[in-house]
């Protein structure tokens, strides 16, 4: 299972329910990334989307505590485990866990690849993803020459479970 995610120096990745920063390659390199794959995310984070829509030509999988909850065509899970059950119809390479932070933190630990845009910047934020360069368990095993979008650097890194 993968996840795939943009964050900053300090590992944060939105505030008050926004992205930090908009950068067009790594917006292209998200839907490259997913596109007709199944992607798993919080409420908060589909409705940050526009129209509150789920992501088109990609399997839409919701995870959140409100029983009536429905948005488009997406599959609306309750719990994690409810949510394991309902990945079993996929393979697992093709699961790619997109927000927001208490889904990235409740999944990473059956994570085995994160795609990373990590920017050279520090935002001020409020939602955070665990920072993998801390942890014994992550190492990089892929990473992009440096890009730059407008004044701010960043690079595409690729985590694999050790």
């Given at each position: 299972m993968n996840a795939i995610v943009a964050v900053d120096s300090n590992w944060a990745i939105g505030n008050k329910g926004q992205l930090l920063i908009s950068?067009?390659?790594?917006?292209?390199?998200?839907?490259?990334?997913?596109?007709?794959?199944?992607?798993?995310?919080?409420?908060?984070?589909?409705?940050?989307?526009?129209?509150?829509?789920?992501?088109?030509?990609?399997?839409?999988?919701?995870?959140?505590?409100?029983?009536?909850?429905?948005?488009?065509?997406?599959?609306?899970?309750?719990?994690?485990?409810?949510?394991?059950?309902?990945?079993?119809?996929?393979?697992?390479?093709?699961?790619?866990?997109?927000?927001?932070?208490?889904?990235?933190?409740?999944?990473?630990?059956y994570v085995d690849t994160v795609h990373v845009t990590k920017i050279d910047r520090e935002y001020e934020a409020d939602a955070y993803f665990p920072n993998l360069d801390k942890s014994d368990d992550w190492e990089i095993v892929a990473s992009s020459d440096e890009q730059v979008y407008f004044d701010t650097t960043y690079c595409f890194l690729e985590y694999k479970r050790k």
């Open positions: 950068i067009p390659a790594d917006h292209k390199m998200f839907r490259q990334t997913t596109l007709d794959k199944v992607v798993v995310l919080g409420r908060k984070t589909i409705e940050t989307f526009p129209g509150g829509q789920p992501l088109a030509k990609r399997t839409n999988i919701i995870l959140t505590g409100q029983a009536d909850y429905k948005a488009g065509d997406a599959i609306i899970v309750h719990s994690i485990e409810e949510l394991l059950e309902e990945l079993k119809k996929y393979d697992s390479d093709d699961v790619y866990i997109i927000g927001g932070d208490s889904v990235y933190k409740q999944m990473l630990p």
